[in-house]
């Protein structure tokens, strides 16, 4: 009676059941797995908030399938900021970057065909594919000197005749690595080899490590690319810390030739489903305006929470290592070898309260020691205080 598109077991996992019934037992919390920026503190004032949805515009609707043309503009100048030129016209709004994912896939795929993921990464990727019935391929990035890299050899041997596009997420979560010139080369080479597709996740765009300088240069996004057919997907989530608004978008980029026929396709997609409401459309404007401020605040918490994780690990007496991270939400640990991810997360959410993401989440390379996962963007207070669960956890282990 059901689709077949997906398979997996749809009741809570042993780790999921755990957080609940220690949050229902009343008992302290330490949620170091927090994605959500609105419930880690970072929200807008109500106030602010209130006033950018004001706009005698609202009371009309326009069905644009690519968006309201005064909302592109100011995501085309988001990306002159972003060193790509990029024009209204090459860019459609969407609702999210999930829902921009399974619009690009609609616009490439066949069922049964294939797209190439990086790993490790977002996990969300697998599930996005599953629900176009599109089959998912893992190239592995490689860690090197202590950042994670593209290997050609790698990407090259996962390509097959079903393959339909590369994904890439740059800024990466959670390794929070930026793709270099020579990654960048080695996928546009791929790409054109076998005819393939880009498409580029760029949702932390903004959180490159040094970038709460404000004179420091922005980096620069793959959005202006004019020769390899690429899609570049971006939204609000992350940049200007409002999930809650739903707003989104995808910039069709290449050869002019590839951008018109894949516009014409995408302008039928987004014609069928019309998701993105006007007064997001009509606030983005303000929103731009005003998010550098909450951005700073957040770069603030990143830098202290992954500096009190540098201590924590120079002194740790079990040997935990702190990955390098060149942008992004993340801090990824390595534990001592011998421990199991999966009995330590629970341990530690079952006895100490303290929610951590295990590396296999996220498909860390099987020969690496033991990783976790902890987001930048959890409380101050919250780390440091389940610090010393976690040093205790680790001696029953
Ligand atoms: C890499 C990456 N892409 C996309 C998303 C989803 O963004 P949105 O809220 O716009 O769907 C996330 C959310 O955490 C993410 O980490």
């Keep these: 009676m059901f689709t077949r598109r997906f398979t997996w077991e749809l009741e809570e996992n042993a780790y999921t059941q755990a957080m609940a019934a220690r949050r229902k037992s009343g008992l302290p919390v330490f949620d170091l797995t927090i994605a959500n920026p609105s419930q880690a503190g970072f929200v807008w004032s109500c106030e602010e908030l209130s006033q950018s949805l ?9 069905p644009e399938p690519r968006g309201l ?8 100048q988001y990306y002159h900021g972003h060193s790509a030129d990029v024009l209204p016209e090459q860019i459609h709004l969407t609702a999210s970057t999930s829902e921009a994912y399974s619009w690009v896939l609609k616009l490439l795929t ?76 080695i996928l546009r080479r791929v790409a054109l080899r076998h005819g393939l597709v880009l498409i580029v996740d760029e949702v932390f765009l903004d959180y490159e490590k040094n970038s709460d300088d404000f004179s420091a240069t ?90 009190l994780l540098r201590a924590w690990c120079c002194g740790n007496p079990h040997g935990v290592r702190l990955l390098e991270r060149e942008a992004g939400w993340s801090a990824v640990l390595e534990l ?45 207070q919250e780390l440091s205080q389940a610090l010393p669960l976690i040093d205790e956890a680790l001696k029953h282990h």
């Design 218 to 307: 922005p980096l620069s996004s793959l959005a202006g690319e004019d020769k390899v057919p690429l899609l570049a997907l971006g939204g609000l989530s992350k940049l200007a810390l409002l999930p809650q608004m739903k707003l989104a978008w995808i910039v069709t980029a290449g050869l002019e030739s590839w951008r018109e026929a894949a516009l014409k396709r995408l302008d039928f997609i987004a014609d069928t489903y019309l998701s993105v409401n006007t007064v997001s459309q009509n606030a983005l404007g303000i929103w731009f305006g005003q998010s550098p401020i909450l951005r700073h605040i957040v770069q603030q918490r990143l830098y202290a929470n992954e500096k």
């Design 110 to 185: 066949d069922p049964g065909d294939e797209v190439l993921v990086p790993v490790p990464s977002y996990p969300l990727l697998e599930f996005l594919a599953a629900l176009e019935c599109v089959e998912t391929r893992s190239y592995s990035l490689r860690l090197k000197d202590a950042c994670w890299r593209v290997d050609a050899q790698a990407l090259e041997a996962a390509v097959s005749p079903r393959t339909r596009a590369i994904l890439c997420v740059s800024p990466n979560n959670p390794t929070g690595s930026i793709l270099s010139a020579e990654d960048r080369d």
């Design 336 to 380: 001592p070898r011998g421990i199991t991810e999966e009995k330590f997360v629970l341990y530690l959410a079952k006895h100490a309260g303290v929610f951590i993401h295990p590396g296999y989440f996220y498909d860390m390379p099987v020969a690496m020691p033991p990783v976790c996962v902890i987001s930048l963007i959890s409380r101050e």
């Design 54 to 62: 004001v706009n005698s515009e609202n009371s009309f609707y326009a």
């Design 69 to 76: 043309l005064e909302a592109r503009k100011h995501i085309a």
